[in-house]
């Protein structure tokens, strides 16, 4: 667990720069960045670009250092919408106007319009057999409790099994989505961050008493095994009545002073990538 404390350490990189309040901005950059050499072990991946970044633009580094360590903070995102991050280069819309995905987009619905539930979920699966992404269905009442927490928390983070440890990935829910980035790649890119993987419900069969799942992951970033274990970790969250969970949801959106990531951790230490 060595390189779990060590990603910890990181996202307590803005204690020690408040501490060094009185350093130049370029030096306290320096000093981050020598932090996150030593600590990260996923920093060779982005470490160009971190480097330019903190040498052309010390003080915008250690913004951008501030939102990936607390994501939340005086109750509310520092992130930018996700809406914007879907479409960077044009103006952003009002969260009510964030677009809703629609099941016709990638399939037919007159396929499945006259089955019954048990019939669309195999029609749902045989569909994406032979695609690589995920897919899976939710009961009526996941769905209402999956976006009943979604409102109350709308952004979270879940923690990564890999060969080294662990790695963060920050979640936000927009309309039907559910948009995942890597917590260092958002500290590099901003609001330009990729996805790593999007996660879609679509409630057309609602009457019929089940939503449909799709998951659609880059492959670059994560493996299609990472993108299970990530859905798993978001229906642990967001649809089981877990009382230790649904605390550790309440602490990051309510008291983020008091969230403790090992903590997180602990709570998805034993899922196994099948």
């Known amino acids: 667990m060595a390189c779990v404390s ?43 670009k971190i480097a330019k970044l903190q040498k052309t633009s010390p003080e915008e580094f250690l913004e951008r250092v501030d939102k990936v360590v607390n994501p939340i903070k005086e109750g509310k995102s520092q992130a930018r919408s996700y809406s914007e991050l879907l479409n960077p280069k044009k103006p952003a819309k009002p969260e009510g106007e964030i677009p809703y995905k629609k099941l016709e987009d990638i399939m037919k619905i007159e396929l499945i319009q006259d089955k019954s539930a048990e019939e669309i979920s195999k029609i749902w699966f045989e569909y994406h057999k032979t695609k690589d992404v995920l897919a899976a269905t939710l009961t009526v009442e996941q769905f209402e409790r999956l976006m009943e927490r979604a409102k109350k928390h709308p952004i979270f983070l879940l923690p990564l099994p890999r060969s080294e440890g662990f790695e963060f990935i920050m979640l936000q829910f927009a309309s039907n989505a ?97």
């Open 178 to 274: 559910v948009h995942f980035t890597p917590l260092l790649a958002y500290q590099v890119h901003a609001e330009n961050a990729p996805e790593c993987l999007t996660i879609v419900h679509y409630t057309e069969m609602r009457d019929k008493g089940i939503i449909l799942m799709r998951g659609e992951y880059d492959s670059k970033v994560v493996s299609g095994q990472e993108a299970q274990c990530l859905a798993n970790e978001l229906q642990m969250f967001y649809c089981k009545n877990d009382p230790a969970k649904q605390q550790l949801l309440e602490t990051f959106t309510s008291k983020p002073d008091e969230f403790k990531h090992m903590d997180l951790i602990k709570e998805v230490e034993n899922i196994q990538l099948v």
């Open 6 to 48: 060590n990603t910890l350490k990181l996202l307590n990189t803005n204690r020690a720069i408040v501490r060094t309040i009185a350093m130049s901005a370029q030096r306290r950059a320096e000093e981050a960045l020598e932090k996150m050499k030593d600590k990260n072990p996923y920093f060779e991946k982005y470490a160009d």
